[in-house]
């Protein structure tokens, strides 16, 4: 009997674990469109708005079991003309047209929540940049109302950063 009653008590406990989890990926799930980019300011010990990154958009998207996709684009982006030849640009077009693509940021990835530390970890299956094929990126979370705040566990351009995502409807 206390053998069984052992057993039981370590199912209920391992149940509800998974149910926690899965509660907590299914608080991800759907569509969320950039808010902010913030860096922390060690003087003022407050948020700011991240001055490298101002006029950024983009979404991540999340579906709730497991799996996840993010694009960010610089300011400018949509600005130059998609339907010229790529022959027909001058060096300085070609030039300005890379440099935004590569501080575009896009990825797939798996997703796993980390209860214990609140955070997130994102299994990199594909991406812009191939470096990053195969690599994890953890970020801490946070949910208020309808804002998911995303801060990043390592420096980014040598600053704490965070992402603040609005729920789309």
């Known amino acids: 009997m206390k053998y ?19 509660d907590t990926m299914e608080k991800f799930r759907g569509m969320w469109k950039l ?35 993010v694009q960010l684009i610089p300011p400018g982006f949509s600005d130059f003309d998609a339907d010229k030849p790529i022959d027909s640009l001058d060096a300085k077009e070609q030039t300005r047209i890379l440099k935004l693509q590569l501080r575009s ?44 705040i995303l801060t990043a566990k390592e420096l980014i351009a040598g600053l704490k950063t965070r992402l603040r995502w609005v729920k789309c409807k």
């Open 4 to 22: 069984l009653l052992s057993g039981f008590f370590l199912m209920s406990t391992l149940i509800q674990c998974s149910s926690n989890r899965s």
């Open 35 to 69: 808010d902010k980019y913030e860096s922390y300011d060690s003087a003022t010990n407050s948020w700011l708005p991240s001055l490298n990154r101002q006029g950024y958009t983009g979404y991540i998207l999340y579906d709730g079991i497991g799996h996840m996709g």
């Open 105 to 148: 940021f896009i990825y797939f990835a798996d997703a796993k929540i980390i209860e214990k530390e609140n955070s997130i970890e994102h299994h990199k299956l594909l991406s812009n940049d191939p470096i990053e094929w195969g690599t994890t990126s953890t970020r801490n979370f946070e949910f208020r109302g309808d804002t998911l």
